[in-house]
T-cell receptor, first 115, second 112 residues
Framework: AQSVTQPDIHITVSEGASLELRCNYS??????LFWYVQSPGQGLQLLLK??????LVQGIKGFEAEFKRSQSSFNLRKPSVHWSDAAEYFC?????????????FGAGTQVVVTP | DAGVIQSPRHEVTEMGQEVTLRCKPI?????LFWYRQTMMRGLELLIY????????DSGMPEDRFSAKMPNASFSTLKIQPSEPRDSAVYFC??????????FGDGTRLSIL
């Protein structure tokens, strides 16, 4: 069965420190991959996407993610977090063979930033 | 450009009442999605449309839920009758084929 796993439910990081959020997926073929961020009371905002090509993708707000086919992973990173990065982060996976746009979301990782 | 617009932002109603949630997708987007978000179940896809036609409604929890898209710029999600377990945040999203989904700010629904 297709699945998306975000192993970390909650991460606390100090402002200025680096951040890495994990995402693993289980699909039969190369999927499309996304990271979204959700601030309290808001909808989901796209951070970055991977469709094909370069496996290291850059996104907004200084985030990047790397697609590793051998590990079925798409981890999100930021070298230095800001207090405004406190939010919930969702990894999402889609398959072009499965009706365009239908996504499966991970359970999310809540990021807390301490001074 | 305006994003996906949902209304109302908040809805509080009593059990048994009909609830209608509304969504205006981004102009030019031909896919529209309805999601439900709860603490227990996370983000669930309820139904999605392509060119106003429902493609997959397998996520609709039961017959009390229905969704329509009468035209390219408007969709509704209706719950009748509503129950307390329907309390959640409901999101609408839209996209063009080959592009990421854009989400609205959601409707926070509370059924008393």
């Amino acid at each position: 069965a297709q699945s998306v796993t975000q192993p970390d439910i909650h991460i606390t990081v100090s402002e200025g420190a680096s951040l890495e959020l994990r995402c693993n997926y289980s699909y039969g073929a190369t999927p499309y991959l996304f990271w979204y961020v959700q601030s309290p009371g808001q909808g989901l905002q796209l951070l970055l996407k991977y469709f094909s090509g370069d496996t290291l993708v850059q996104g907004i707000k200084g985030f990047e993610a790397e697609f590793k086919r051998s590990q079925s992973s798409f981890n999100l990173r930021k070298p230095s977090v800001h207090w405004s990065d406190a939010a919930e982060y969702f990894c999402a996976v889609g398959m072009t063979t499965d009706s365009w746009g239908k996504l499966q979301f991970g359970a999310g990782t809540q990021v807390v930033v301490t001074p | 450009d305006a994003g996906v617009i949902q209304s109302p932002r908040h809805e509080v109603t009593e059990m048994g009442q009909e609830v209608t949630l509304r969504c205006k997708p981004i102009s030019g987007h031909d896919y529209l999605f309805w999601y439900r978000q709860t603490m227990m179940r996370g983000l669930e896809l309820l139904i999605y449309f392509n060119n106003n036609v429902p493609i997959d409604d397998s996520g609709m929890p039961e017959d009390r839920f229905s969704a329509k898209m009468p035209n390219a710029s408007f969709s509704t999600l209706k719950i009748q009758p509503s129950e307390p377990r329907d309390s959640a945040v409901y999101f609408c999203a839209s996209n063009r084929r080959g592009q990421p989904q854009h989400f609205g700010d959601g409707t926070r629904l509370s059924i008393l």
